[in-house]
């Protein structure tokens, strides 16, 4: 047993943790069949790295419109909820525990994704940023602002989608409210102007997450959900920090306090914004004071720097992103200080099997 508080087990509230280190969510676009199903693939790439103490996968899309990726999974269809429970099987097996995120796309997508009509988003606003089509890479385009019964629906998207994360026998769903997608882009001044309910105000522009979270609780425990933040994104995915960024955020965070959520998912800034008026450079320690509950922290963390996060009381659990995918023993190396294997890069978002369940273990 390490002695460090980043490896030992954790208890919070009645969850029991194997240890303080999550898999963070990482899109691999392994998901290229008729259907977008989970695959046994992904049952092995999921349950070789059951010993963190919680595993969050891959952005999961809950409709078609959802979509922004090519050969991302779904949870939309029955099909698509069948598929899950080999990974949720395969993780529990080993002792896992594993939470789906839940994921909408909006401006972040494009037509070809989308049989040429418009993406959805808050407002008729270019992120001007890329999306991944079969050609790789391209620029986007002015999505389709959507209207409000197309704003209910999509909320009804989330709800459907949790409803089978429960059925596939997942933990729990993670919201993914940040980097730029659905949700961040109307928490956004810059992403969203509009003039209804769900524009203007911080409460109107925050609506649409709590909305969704109170739609949820008909078909699972406050208990069982996550929500992802990234306050100080900027400059990146479309996202631009103004004068009410971090207030809306703020705003946010002390209104979940009153769900009793599994957790709450942030993240360190992405860029350099210590000279970005109104950011904040470090996101736990800003946010840590005005949230009651589980707090996770994201972005570049090392073993050391990932225990003295804890240490120093900013967060609870520490998220490991890219360490993950090329270490899928991350846990045991962390625990006997191993070398890591460098990740390829190239082969992240390939729809391919290089790249994705071939990293050596120890001893291999």
Do not use: C
């Not at 109307?186 to 105000?201: A, I, K, L, Q, V």
Request: charged content about 25%; glycine content about 8%.
């Amino acid at each position: 047993m390490s002695d460090i508080t980043l490896l030992k087990p954790y208890t919070y509230q009645t969850e029991k943790y194997n240890n303080r280190m999550a898999m963070a969510p990482m899109t691999r676009s392994r998901a290229g069949n008729e259907g977008n199903l989970a695959t046994e693939q992904m049952a092995i790439y999921y349950s070789d790295r059951a010993d963190a103490g919680l595993l969050i996968t891959e952005g999961t899309v809950v409709s078609k419109k959802a979509v922004g990726f090519i050969n991302v999974p779904g949870l939309y269809s029955k099909e698509q909820t069948e598929s899950w429970k080999q990974v949720t099987k395969a993780v529990h097996d080993k002792g896992g525990k594993i939470f789906i995120q839940l994921w909408h796309t909006g401006r972040l997508s494009h037509p070809e994704l989308h049989n040429g009509e418009l993406p959805h988003a808050p407002s008729a606003i270019n992120p001007e940023a890329k999306a991944y089509v079969e050609s790789g890479f391209i620029d986007t385009v002015t999505p389709k602002e959507m209207t409000v019964g197309e704003i209910k629906a999509t909320i009804l998207d989330f709800k459907n989608s949790t409803k089978n994360a429960v059925e596939a026998g997942f933990d729990g769903v993670e919201l993914h409210a940040a980097n730029g997608y659905l949700f961040h882009q109307f928490f956004n001044g810059t992403s969203n102007t509009r003039t209804d309910e769900y524009g203007g105000s911080i409460e109107n522009r925050a609506k649409i997450l709590f909305e969704t979270l109170d739609a949820l609780k008909d078909v699972i425990s406050y208990s069982r959900v996550g929500v992802r933040l990234n306050p100080s994104m900027h400059g990146v995915q479309g996202m631009t920090v103004d004068k009410d960024t971090i207030a809306t955020h703020e705003y946010i965070v002390k209104k979940l306090n009153d769900y009793g959520l599994a957790y709450l998912h942030l993240t360190e800034p992405f860029t350099d914004v210590s000279e970005v008026p109104y950011a904040v450079t470090e996101v736990a320690k800003h946010f840590r004071p005005m949230y009651n509950g589980l707090l996770m922290i994201n972005k570049g963390f090392t073993k050391e720097t990932g225990n003295k996060v804890i240490e120093d009381g900013d967060a609870d659990m520490v998220a490991y992103g890219v360490p993950f995918i090329a270490n899928p023993d991350l846990v045991k190396r962390f625990e006997i200080d191993a070398p890591l294997n460098a990740p390829d890069q190239s082969t992240f978002y390939t729809f391919t099997e290089k790249g994705y369940n071939d990293y050596p273990k120890l001893g291999e």
